[in-house]
């Protein structure tokens, strides 16, 4: 499974509530979760995210209050792929249960800039920024976890 998308870049302790404001936690629409992702720490993301992109972030992505909203948000927004330099562990888990592929890579999280187009490659966890020319390695998922992201998440990887 490949990634591959133009940046959008964050810093270090993105939390949860900014991911999606704890005003929209009203709705159970995956679209209309998505319609605010991001808004109140990058207004213009809805606007420009296209699906298939890549979000990069650096230390604690994540972080605050224990929603699967924030993840389900950015998934349905288009993004594809997330790489932090470290990911806040109970946001790592609902990532993976709802099928949103990340990856922990901090010289990529650190190195790769706004604007970049990235690939990404699960199975070996080689992130290859084609603007810069630079390639990085992530720990790849291992094959059950890489079911489960292939899957769309945990609850369809188990019926199937």
């Not at 929209?24 to 319609?35: P, R, V």
């Not at 562990?89 to 990856?103: H, K, Q, T, V, W």
Request: charged share 25%; net charge negative; hydrophobic share 35%.
């Amino acid at each position: 499974m490949k990634a591959h998308g133009i940046v959008h870049k964050y810093g270090d302790n993105v939390d949860t509530d900014v991911i999606i404001p704890a005003r929209y936690l009203n709705t159970s629409s995956h679209k209309e979760l998505a319609s605010h992702c991001m808004e109140d720490i990058d207004a213009s993301f809805t606007k420009n995210v296209k699906e298939g992109d890549i979000m990069v972030a650096e230390k604690n992505f994540g972080c605050g209050s224990s929603r699967e909203h924030a993840p389900i948000a950015i998934k349905a927004s288009g993004i594809s792929c997330v790489i932090a330099s470290t990911f806040a562990r109970i946001f790592y888990r609902n990532s993976i249960n709802i099928g949103l592929p990340i990856l922990e890579c901090d010289t990529a999280a650190k190195e790769i800039k706004a604007g970049d187009d990235v690939e990404v490659d699960f199975d070996t966890g080689v992130i290859t920024d084609h603007t810069t020319g630079k390639t990085y390695q992530a720990e790849p998922f291992p094959p059950f976890i890489q079911g489960i992201i292939k899957d769309g998440g945990l609850i369809n990887h188990v019926t199937k």
